[in-house]
């Protein structure tokens, strides 16, 4: 990811926010497959569950917190730990080409470094993208301050984005005590959030309560999880990008501001906002830089 440091964010909760608000995720694979029956890049869209150590901090773990059972058992096959980065967990169809392809490489690699790694490792990083909803073209008539003056100004795409990168752990084994642990957790906490966070099914007031896997015929669900594959990303590397104007002039980016809030839609209301709220602090780390203050 091009990180120019007026649009890096590096603020680790912030980033973890962006992951759990926007849990699809493109999960991205650079495997050399040994049969040579698939591509040495391959991509899925998938959503996420991210653990971390300090889940308290998120308003999004209120909801895991109904769930204590299925996440005690995850906590305890997972040993509790996951980095100061956080861990990651998704499931994939298994007759995905993706997974297929995952599988292929754990089941008949010879290289050295492999043959010393536990088998459902996978050799190469791997890596995960989080976008915001919140994106918009950027015209250059939006910069009332620069356009006016010299003209020097083009079109842009402003956005939010997180990488994430780490080593895979797959669950593939359908026969693994492991395998089933992991992916009966990973279906449970998954749905709950997705119908908790996501639809606002939470059951209380007039809301309805959110649908559970128990909800489903045991069998149905013993079915399913034969035919998926289990992943778990140890996050190694998190980069964040807001690119929300911040490199413009004040005058511009209160151009900016403007113009996408007389669009008048939903989506330029929400990222005048943003824009807006990133200007602000912009300038408030340009005062504390000229002060001395970190």
Known sequence: M???PDHAETDTPTLWKLIRDNPLGIFTTAIPSPSGSFPLVQSTHIPFMLDTDDDDDD??????????NNNNNNNNNNNNKHGP???LRAHLARQNPHSKAIVESLTTSTSPSQQTTAHNILEQDVSVLFTSPIHHYVTPKFYTETKPAS??????WNYAAVQVYGKAKVYFDPHADETEKFL???IDDLSRQC???VMGYTGRGERPGPWEVTDAPPR????LQKNIVGVQIEISRLEGKFKMSQEMSKGDRDGVVKGFKGLGTEVSAAMSDLVQTRSEMHEAAKARSK???E
């Open 2 to 4: 091009h990180l120019r």
């Open 59 to 68: 308003d999004n773990n209120s909801n895991n917190n109904n769930n204590n």
């Open 85 to 87: 980065y956080g861990r």
């Open 151 to 156: 003209g020097r100004v083009v079109p842009t």
């Open 184 to 186: 009966a957790t990973q």
């Open 195 to 197: 119908e908790i966070s």
């Open 220 to 223: 149905h669900i013993e079915l």
């Open 291 to 293: 002060v001395g203050i």
